[in-house]
């Protein structure tokens, strides 16, 4: 996506190697329990029908949490069983976005009134700097691409949302195949390949 940046403020790196960041649990298990947030039942919420996000990617996020101290339980259903009303009650739940641009990835999970903000998350200044990335796309692209970046930090930085994983596809194919194309999200472009 445009103006992404590997970013994680929640990993250390190593200090002699070059090594990517990794967590330091024994320093996340001791934030919890100086927190006093492991005494907080914590329900993490799921799909049974979802193709990306099955259920045991929310019980390993379920797993997670309990090693870090928190009473945790699982609580599974079908995308049409979730109700608006519903989000009032859920604490953590796992979604996913694929292709399109910053500005609808923004606006869907980030701005005050969007359609994937169900009241979690509401900083009328990341409205305005989404509406000016926004703003900036349209005149100066290479800009408008570190502005994203900048509210994608922001955004990781007030923990409005834990991204958990970059999907990469693999596609095995011939030989014999010609023209092989992929889209980032959605992987093979079948309309544009033929075989010898």
Request: proline share 7%; net charge positive; with cysteine.
């Amino acid at each position: 996506m445009v103006g992404y940046r590997p970013y994680c403020p929640y990993a250390r790196r190593s200090h002699t190697t070059r090594a990517a960041p990794r967590p330091d649990l024994a320093r996340a298990k001791q934030l919890v329990a100086e927190s006093g947030a492991a005494d907080i039942p914590v329900t993490v919420w799921g799909w049974t029908d979802d193709p990306t996000l099955r259920p045991p990617v929310t019980r390993y996020v379920a797993r997670t949490l309990r090693s870090l101290g928190f009473s945790t339980r699982v609580h599974l259903m079908r995308h049409a069983d979730l109700r608006r009303r519903d989000f009032s009650r859920v604490q953590l739940i796992s979604t996913a976005w694929g292709a399109g641009t910053p500005y609808e990835f923004f606006t869907a999970w980030f701005i005050c009134a969007g359609p994937g903000n169900h009241g979690w998350f509401c900083d009328p200044a990341i409205d305005r700097r989404i509406e000016r990335a926004r703003v900036l796309a349209a005149t100066d692209p290479r800009v408008a691409a570190e502005a994203w970046a900048a509210l994608d930090r922001a955004i990781v930085d007030e923990a409005a949302a834990m991204p958990m994983i970059n999907e990469h596809l693999v596609d095995f194919v011939s030989s014999r195949l010609q023209s092989y194309q992929a889209h980032p999200y959605q992987g093979l472009i079948a309309t544009q390949v033929s075989l010898r």
